[in-house]
């Protein structure tokens, strides 16, 4: 059964107007986006940049920190903008990266590009395509604030007769160092809610799809807590995916500022801080081993090393054998990784 | 041309005798061991534990502290003894690991082992093999004592007609935080003077197979300043082959252990031991995302995934955008590696 769309179809308000707000200008000349304003691929980049914004503005004001903004060019055609605040008051390292490339592909790329792995069929095997995406870790010093990842992105790629495909797909997901269930339940029930205006199944389908996919299969346990994750979106019309994927981007401030207010003030100790390292040490190995994003990124000549492993903590730790003694906090959070809950 | 072979054909001695100085008994039953005394799985067996042994007893010697000697069993046949001193005086980490592991591959995996992908032909697709080996990572807490890595192994495995298709690898290399020439011409010439008595070409072509292998391609440069590396090394003959692998065992404590002694008491600054956690940040990066051993290790089922990671630093740091300035001793150290240089 399908809930029915979102009534909040605000008007996107004047291109111009809306870039003024965004940490940098989009990665598209202005021009060129007032020219196709009513292009989804114009639609998206505005939503990823304002998303950024939007972001990057709610953690300046409670950090109290500044992000360094970089643009880059990419040679074989678009850019992006990375935001990151390293050693912040209460973020030890913070990214928001947007980015907007076109150009070609091979069939190849194009297949590893879509998880479902559909055959395209190019003119003389080339696709172009364009992808853009906005996406974001935060890594807090505080054990008591968790991690959070984000990503919001769009593609499109055209065929040999000129027929477009398109997608989106995305996901926010939370990695604590200790289990807090309120926390917990605040930040799925945030993004069920976001869920439950679009379609009854997104929820529950998206939050399975993210505890599949942030799992650390050599250590039989996932990287945190979920949250959801989606891709290959292409239903069940480019209106409402969009208007789907919207309402999740909105969701970002709402479902993590409240964590980081609440836990702010609270004191750790030297074994917590330890442990919140070690927990570093599984993103890393996550991040670089099995991320799809990372692994395309790395792959692929040309694109950002320092914005594709901006994802990664400031630092981790490995410790031989670790392995919490039973009945602590520590034992919790890795029971909850290897047996993933329901928290709404 | 071929230089003589060592002169030095020690007797290889009492198995049981021999034995009572490992750090623990071997993984292969002793008695078992001494009914295939002549065999070569035996002998390489006892090399890789006296190798272990004598590395452990020196880093215990210098360091002050003790390995800690961990024992375990492969459900599919096998097992190894990982020996590991972690936060010791000198030693932030120090993992030296033994494994004799058995049983059957499928072709495909077969293929996979050996570098070359040689089509290997099994009884109804089995092959059964036998895989031994040690390997080592010493990571230390002053950054002006380097990273030393090394691994020597053997393989066997039997066609469907019986007969058996063997190889050695293997390889040590060194990972400075600052360049020290001395040190660097000591390392590679210690190496060059054990691979100059079995053959002139084994030091030129495994230095450049070094640079190749522990080359971070996203980076740009390699993990560290090289050393030696080799795999599928099946000529002139076994005995030959294996008289070149032990030279090299050999060398393990010669290469590293002057270094260790020449800059134990070096004092350090804050700055140089940031740069050591950067430095480390890519040693994870190398592992995780290129070695073939730990992505063989983590795709393999049953494996002993500690034993894997021992290799990973304690610590490590990812800085966003971190370049050394110009002139800096830690410019002076990225050059090297962005430029593999000839040390000897």
Redesign the interface.
């Known amino acids: 059964k399908v809930s029915p769309i979102s009534e909040e179809k605000e008007p996107e308000g004047e291109i111009l107007e809306r870039c003024r707000g965004f940490m940098s200008p989009p990665v598209t000349d202005i021009g060129e986006l007032q020219e196709r304003e009513g292009e989804m691929r114009t639609r998206m980049e505005m939503l990823i940049m304002q998303t950024q914004a939007d972001f990057c503005k709610a953690l300046e004001v409670v950090d109290g920190g500044t992000f ?1 903004v ?1 643009r880059w060019q990419r040679n074989e055609g678009g850019g992006g903008i990375s935001c ?1 605040m ?1 050693d912040g008051k209460l973020f030890e ?1 913070a ?1 928001v990266n947007v980015s907007v490339v076109f150009g070609y592909l091979t069939e190849e790329a194009a297949k590893q590009m879509r998880s479902r792995g559909k055959v395209l069929k190019g003119k003389d095997g080339k696709l172009p395509f364009c992808a853009m995406g906005v996406s974001s870790v935060i890594h807090p010093k505080n054990p008591h604030i968790p991690t959070v990842h984000f990503n919001y992105r769009y593609f499109e790629i055209e065929e040999e007769d000129g027929s477009k495909q398109w997608w989106f797909g995305g996901g926010t997901d939370l990695t604590p160092v200790y289990i807090n269930k309120d926390d917990a339940f605040h930040f799925h029930n945030t993004l069920k809610e976001a869920c439950d205006k679009h379609h009854s199944q997104y929820y529950p389908d998206f939050k399975k799809w993210c505890d599949r996919y942030f799992y650390i ?3 039989g346990e996932t990287r945190g807590i979920g949250g959801i994750f989606f891709d290959d979106l292409d239903s069940p019309s480019q209106e409402e995916a969009f208007s789907f994927v919207k309402s999740c981007a909105r969701t970002v401030v709402p479902c993590y500022l409240p964590i980081v207010h609440k836990h702010l003030n609270d004191s750790f100790t030297e074994e917590e801080k330890d442990w919140q ?1 070690v927990r570093r ?1 599984r993103y ?2 996550f991040n ?2 099995y991320d799809r994003g990372v692994k395309f990124g ?1 792959a692929t000549p040309g694109s950002r ?2 914005s594709i ?2 994802s ?10 670790h392995e919490p003694a039973k009945g602590t906090l520590e034992a919790e959070m890795l029971e909850a990784l290897r047996n993933p809950k329901e928290w709404v």
Chains 1, 2 share one sequence.
Do not use: F
């Not at 990664?312 to 054998?321: G, K, T, V």
């Open positions: 360094k970089d990151v390293q390292k990214g299969q050599h250590r390292q040490g890393v190995e670089l081993v790395l090393i320092e492993l901006m990664l903590p400031l630092s981790a730790r490995w410790e031989y054998m």
